[in-house]
T-cell receptor, first 115, second 115 residues
Framework: AQSVTQLGSHVSVSEGALVLLRCNYS??????LFWYVQYPNQGLQLLLK??????LVKGINGFEAEFKKSETSFHLTKPSAHMSDAAEYFC?????????????FGQGTRLTINP | EAGVAQSPRYKIIEKRQSVAFWCNPI?????LYWYQQILGQGPKLLIQ????????DSQLPKDRFSAERLKGVDSTLKIQPAKLEDSAVYLC?????????????FGEGSRLTVL
């Protein structure tokens, strides 16, 4: 079964600073990879996804992620943090379940932006 | 386009009582998922439907949890009897196809507190 590890349950950066959220997956074959964002009291919203096309994936709100097979990583970055980026971020990997593909989520990273 | 609708948003019950959650997916979405999100953890898949058939319920505690999607549209998730460890947010999601076909769209969730 696939698994996802997100390094750091909490990350704090200053407004305007680089955001880097780390995600490593366990997979022997190239998987589908996703980043979702969750704002307080809301459901999850897709930021971006990797589905075996370009290794550098651009998403919404200025976020991007790079798939590195050699490092089994899919880290999320944003050059300049904004106050509105404060939220919980989840990395997810596709896994073949009982009868269909399913998403397996990491434990999440809470991003705090300091003014 | 209307999103995934869930109700109730909040529910507080005593242990050993029963509770039911309802989900109405985005119109036309064949695949429906129920996830359990315990505080401080990532969402965990409980059950996945393709139209009105179950394709994965391997992580559903079947002695107390049940779910149905009778007409291939809306779905209910029931817990009976509830335990303290069932306190969580129950997220419903839908997608046009499976994971590989596109993104999952999540509802705002139903927060359950078991006392």
């Amino acid at each position: 079964a696939q698994s996802v590890t997100q390094l750091g349950s909490h990350v704090s950066v200053s407004e305007g600073a680089l955001v880097l959220l780390r995600c490593n997956y366990s997979s022997s074959v190239p998987p589908y990879l996703f980043w979702y964002v969750q704002y307080p009291n809301q459901g999850l919203q897709l930021l971006l996804k990797y589905t075996s096309a370009a290794t550098l994936v651009k998403g919404i709100n200025g976020f991007e992620a790079e798939f590195k097979k050699s490092e089994t990583s899919f880290h999320l970055t944003k050059p300049s943090a904004h106050m509105s980026d404060a939220a919980e971020y989840f990395c997810a990997v596709s896994d073949l379940g009982q009868g269909a593909q399913k998403l397996v989520f990491g434990q999440g990273t809470r991003l705090t932006i300091n003014p | 386009e209307a999103g995934v609708a869930q109700s109730p948003r909040y529910k507080i019950i005593e242990k050993r009582q029963s509770v039911a959650f309802w989900c109405n997916p985005i119109s036309g979405h064949a695949t429906l998922y129920w996830y359990q999100q315990i505080l401080g953890q990532g969402p965990k898949l409980l059950i996945q439907f393709q139209n009105n058939g179950v394709v994965d319920d391997s992580q559903l505690p079947k002695d107390r949890f049940s779910a149905e999607r009778l007409k291939g549209v809306d779905s209910t998730l029931k817990i009976q009897p509830a335990k303290l460890e069932d306190s969580a947010v129950y997220l419903c999601a839908s997608s046009l196809g499976g994971v590989a076909a596109g993104e999952l769209f999540f509802g705002e969730g139903s927060r359950l507190t078991v006392l």
